[in-house]
């Protein structure tokens, strides 16, 4: 199984719509970060969280919302979903400073 | 704005090559520096992480850190097809406390 572990894995779904990503991790780190990726623009992160009472905007929040709900989840919610938010979205954990993140295997969303 | 830059490439070495990826960081207090692998549609994967300057191997693959001219690279040996995919290089720059900062990537392409 998984570590960290995304559902769904795809989704289409319509503009306007509410929509909620969902990462849960099996490897007890305290830090969980949701990123987006498009072609061209690398990983940009839209929100970090480093514990269960924290929750901290990063550089593309606008739009986004997420809710810490335990230490192994974190989830994304995109409250009225707009076609620019079509990308490929990425959960992912680590723990204590200077350490690496581990990735999801990915949410592949896409809004008409 | 800290940043960091590598060539988007495509880099294109023959099977059994050396193949040198490179990246530059501009946060001279960065601490740590990582190199993730991502095939085509699939999750960012971590291979190297680098802390103190100079090289570090393991296996067909050499990170080497210069901190003093913000430089960080990745060297795989005996390059082969399955090696053929994007390269991401992360630095967790000064007081970020592992909020990663990521690079557009470099396709590296292995060929046959």
């Known amino acids: 199984d998984a570590d960290v572990t995304q559902t769904p894995r795809n989704r289409i779904t319509k503009t306007g719509k509410r929509i909620m990503l969902e990462c849960s991790q099996t490897k007890g780190h305290d830090r969980m970060y949701w990123y987006r990726q498009d072609p061209g623009l690398g990983l940009r992160l839209i929100y970090y969280?480093?514990?269960?009472?924290?929750?901290n905007k990063g550089e593309i929040s606008d739009g986004y919302s997420v809710s810490r709900q335990a230490q192994a989840k974190f989830s994304l919610s995109l409250e009225s979903a707009i076609p620019n938010q079509t990308a490929l979205y990425f959960c992912a954990t680590s723990q204590g400073n200077n350490q690496p993140q581990h990735f999801g295997d990915g949410t592949r969303l896409s809004i008409l | 704005q800290k940043e960091v830059e590598q060539n988007s490439g495509p880099l294109s070495v023959p099977e059994g090559a050396i193949a040198s990826l490179n990246c530059t960081y501009s946060d001279r207090g960065s601490q740590s520096f990582f190199w993730y692998r991502q095939y085509s549609g699939k999750s960012p994967e971590l291979i190297m992480s680098i802390y103190s300057n100079g090289d570090k191997e393991d296996g067909r693959f050499t990170a080497q850190l210069n901190k003093a001219s913000q430089y960080v690279s990745l060297l795989i040996r005996d390059s082969q097809p399955s090696d053929s995919a994007t390269y991401l290089c992360?630095?967790?720059?000064?007081?970020?406390?592992?909020?990663?900062?990521f690079g557009t990537g470099t396709l590296l392409a292995v060929q046959p």
């Open positions: 969280s480093f514990d269960v009472k924290d929750i």
């Open positions: 992360a630095v967790n720059p000064s007081g970020a406390t592992n909020k990663l900062i």
